[in-house]
């Protein structure tokens, strides 16, 4: 009889599977528009690794960050739960003739890799897919002394978000939870430091139109408001959309 750890597991595996197979995903895609502000400096935070650095990356693909790294001398290994997008990831190696990175089919939550074996482990969108407690202990495990965890993740205190995504469960899985105050909290009992940063509150609005040569000075202009506003009020910082963590020195 199936638990219910294999039965969310698999869920999760189905799911993407579909979603790497037939992406079906484009009419929120004009949501993701806007997101230059975090994405650059969750960048920033993954461009701190330096050549001979190996790095494990949970969730892969076609646009997996493993490629652009391993083109600067990093060490790379992507995992997935997926075997769909564990295979494209391959594929897309082999097309761009990249050397100094692997893909595995893995369990975030059960890796199998050495303890202390990785400089650094790095996510877009997938802590929330996960049970962050063995997600937190299984990364602190496989990094060395000093070893960093970066993610990009959305949150989960926006009720107005929350609102929208109840009304579209087909684009999500079953069991996915976009992140709380409360799993960051989580996350000091296995590493010494946990830096947060927010992103995107009132900017949410202009994010469809932030390509549009009309919408861009009204997303700007949105994105300074949230700028100021997610700096000084900390009551307001959890209703930001998305979140980039930094997660250094596992215990």
Request: proline content about 4%; charged content about 30%; overall charge negative.
């Given at each position: 009889?199936?638990?219910?750890?294999d039965?969310?597991?698999?869920?999760?595996?189905?799911?993407?599977?579909?979603?790497?197979?037939?992406?079906?995903r484009?009419?929120?895609?004009?949501?993701?528009?806007?997101?230059?502000?975090?994405?650059s400096?969750?960048?920033?935070?993954?461009d701190?690794?330096?050549?001979?650095?190996?790095v494990?990356?949970?969730?892969?693909g076609?646009?997996?960050?493993?490629?652009?790294?391993?083109?600067?001398?990093?060490?790379?290994?992507?995992?997935?739960?997926?075997?769909?997008?564990?295979?494209?990831?391959?594929?897309?190696a082999?097309?761009?003739?990249?050397d100094?990175?692997?893909?595995?089919?893995?369990?975030?939550?059960v890796?199998?890799?050495?303890a202390?074996?990785?400089?650094?482990?790095?996510?877009?969108a997938?802590?929330?897919?996960?049970?962050?407690?063995?997600?937190?202990?299984?990364?602190?495990?496989?990094?060395r002394?000093?070893g960093?965890?970066?993610?990009?993740?959305?949150?989960?205190?926006?009720p107005?978000?929350?609102?929208?995504?109840?009304?579209?469960?087909?684009?999500?899985?079953?069991?996915?939870?976009?992140l709380?105050?409360?799993?960051?909290?989580?996350?000091?009992?296995?590493?010494d430091?946990?830096?947060v940063?927010?992103?995107?509150?009132?900017?949410?609005?202009?994010?469809?139109?932030a390509?549009r040569?009309?919408?861009?000075?009204?997303?700007?202009?949105?994105s300074w408001?949230?700028?100021?506003?997610?700096?000084?009020?900390?009551?307001?910082?959890?209703?930001a959309w998305?979140?980039?963590?930094?997660?250094?020195?596992?215990?």
């Amino acid at each position: 009889m199936s638990t219910q750890v294999d039965v969310r597991l698999e869920n999760e595996r189905s799911f993407h599977d579909d979603r790497y197979r037939d992406e079906s995903r484009e009419a929120q895609d004009k949501y993701y528009e806007g997101l230059e502000e975090s994405d650059s400096r969750f960048r920033a935070f993954v461009d701190q690794f330096k050549p001979g650095d190996r790095v494990l990356e949970l969730g892969c693909g076609i646009d997996s960050l493993a490629f652009s790294l391993a083109e600067r001398g990093v060490e790379v290994v992507g995992i997935d739960i997926s075997s769909v997008a564990v295979g494209l990831a391959q594929d897309e190696a082999a097309r761009r003739g990249v050397d100094g990175v692997t893909f595995r089919e893995m369990n975030a939550e059960v890796l199998e890799f050495e303890a202390a074996s990785f400089e650094g482990v790095i996510g877009t969108a997938v802590l929330h897919h996960l049970d962050v407690m063995c997600a937190y202990s299984e990364m602190a495990r496989i990094l060395r002394p000093g070893g960093r965890s970066i993610f990009i993740e959305p949150l989960g205190h926006n009720p107005v978000i929350n609102a929208y995504r109840n009304r579209t469960p087909g684009n999500r899985t079953e069991f996915e939870h976009p992140l709380r105050c409360e799993d960051f909290t989580l996350a000091q009992r296995y590493f010494d430091q946990v830096h947060v940063e927010m992103f995107h509150l009132f900017s949410i609005v202009s994010s469809p139109i932030a390509k549009r040569w009309w919408g861009r000075p009204i997303h700007r202009s949105l994105s300074w408001v949230d700028r100021r506003l997610l700096k000084i009020s900390s009551r307001l910082r959890w209703h930001a959309w998305i979140a980039v963590a930094e997660l250094r020195g596992p215990r």
